[in-house]
């Protein structure tokens, strides 16, 4: 059955392979967009009412902390003044009648600076009650006012707050805190202070919000201090489900839900006490929007299935032609001929794809032309190293120098120039590798330097100092040992006292440094730039010119060979080697 279905697929025209693959790759999506959205829609209806609630709610509660704190501050106010008039009374002996007059007035002054306050009230230790009602509607022993006064005695001054509770035979609810007014010199108690609040100035931070939420000021007890249903007040919350979250809910920053079938609840925590916010909203509000808005997206998607119908069967058409065309260009490369496609004259995907091939036969055209050219320079490059190893007059020279020493009896030096010389031909011929590492390049200069100072002892000396790390790092061979014998043919040999010859290497941000320095007689500042500027194989300057471009072709442009150079004062050579070669098409890293 399988086999049978990919025989009829792979006889298919290339249109109707396009149809067949197109329409269900775009119908099923589709579908599946839009059981996903519906979805998607209804959590984000949540997290988006979620949000702007919980926005809404922590400024509720910072309008009722703010409240909360204005009310202290009332009672820190009227504290200092009562402290004044005391001392004020005591010193001026004034009468009672003068002294509730000026009660009362500062009482009625704090209430109207702190207009939220309900009521105040300040009661003497002598049992006389000043309030800023005409006329107080309990005395100091009546049970509402007497069972704070008890509470706020001896309290030392710290700010006593009580639950919302009903006022008297009243329907208004109020919430009351109570101080203890301490004389700042004697330290004696004045009397108590005690300011309400009326639940209506908290319930008054509701009134913007929408109807379809409920809004709850619940204390740490469960009791609903304030609501938007009066019929709630001084209740605890019916539902033992929401409790229980309440007290175990994990917090998120200021503000936490909950959600069950019904409704959706967001809590925000009061800072000033341990009460929270709740707000409730019934799902049901936010179902019927999404109910419309998921009708929309089912038609959205049955006219999208209806035009993809209709647009699958035109782009199969457009699609299918210029491929055919490309196609029977394309066959023709293997009898080895690069045609150009005829071009779409448009500048869609097909269009691109065809340019794109054309633009690939021009770039192999050129490749071949590059290969050719590549594979000739490595070919010199190869033959300019062979010259390099072979170096027969060093061989004969050194020959020269064993004889001698061994003439003069120095059979010991004799045969370390010698093992030198074998040593410097092993390293170089090195198995036929053209990369060997860091340290056996330096190893072979050493054995070539020891070789020349036996010859030119009084001309030059020498000190090699190369970072360990870089031992193991890979180089192309003879790099460093044409730059030294320049610097000692060229530079030191031609200065008449001699001089020194230092080389170094270390690895700073992931480039290897090599440098080669002779303190010789130096260059002229035109001849310097000539160097640097050399970019082909100059007979004048062959080994230079063979290193950069050695270098350049393992290394990539990254590397290179710079010469630094000032006359009568010696020369430097810089070679520069990339730590991993990313320019390289092999991407041959430099390590071993």
Partial sequence: MKSAISKWYRNRKIQDKILVIFLPLVIIPLVTVGIVTNHILTT???????????????????????LVIQTAHAADMVTINLNRMFSEFDRDKVAEYERRYKIINELNNAKLIF?????LQFVHRSGVTYSTMP????????????????EVSGSGGRDVWFLMTQWNDTDEKIMSLGKEVIHIMTGEVLGQLVIHLSESDLSAQFLDSPEYRQYFVISHEGQIISSTDDQQLLRKIPSTQLTDWLKTGKQIDKSDKWVNEEVLVVKAEFKKNDWSLIVVISLDDLHMNK??????????????????FWGGYKLSRVIARPIVRLTRVMGRIHEESYELAPSTYSIDEIGQLTAGYNKM????????????????????????????????????????????????????????????????????????KDIITLEEEVNMVQAYLFIQQIRYRDVFKYQINLDPQINKYSIMKLTLQPLVEN?????????????ELKISG??????????????GVGMSKSKVEWLNQITENKESAFGLSSIKHRLNFYFGPKAGLY??????????????????????????????
Avoid at 291 to 308: E, G, H, P, R, Y
């Fill in 506 to 519: 270390y690895l700073e941000k992931g480039t290897i440094y090599l440098e080669v320095l002779d303190t």
């Fill in 487 to 499: 610097a000692i043919y060229h530079g030191l040999r031609a200065k008449e006292d001699g001089g």
């Fill in 291 to 308: 109910q419309k808005m998921s009708a929309s997206i089912l038609l959205i998607i049955a006219i999208c299935i209806v035009t993809v």
């Fill in 361 to 432: 036969i021009k770039k192999l055209d050129l490749l071949i032309v590059r290969i050719k050219r590549e594979q000739r320079s490595k070919q010199e490059y190869e033959m300019a190293l062979i010259q390099s190893q072979i170096k027969p007059h060093f061989l004969y020279n050194t020959l020269d120098v064993v004889y001698v020493l061994s003439d003069l009896g120095k059979s010991d030096l004799a045969k370390d120039a010698a093992k030198a010389l074998a040593d410097f031909y092993r390293y170089s011929l090195s198995s036929g």
């Fill in 563 to 592: 010469i630094e150079s000032e006359e009568e004062v010696g020369t430097k050579a810089i070679i520069k080697i990339p730590g991993k070669d990313e320019s390289d098409a092999a991407s041959h890293d430099c390590r071993r």
């Fill in 44 to 66: 984000a209806l949540i997290n988006k009412n979620y949000e702007v609630t919980q926005s809404n709610a922590i400024l509720i509660t910072d309008r009722i902390d703010e």
């Fill in 115 to 119: 207009s939220n306050i309900h009521s």
């Fill in 135 to 150: 006329d107080p509607q309990e005395p100091v022993e009546g049970p509402f006012l007497l069972s704070m006064l008890e």
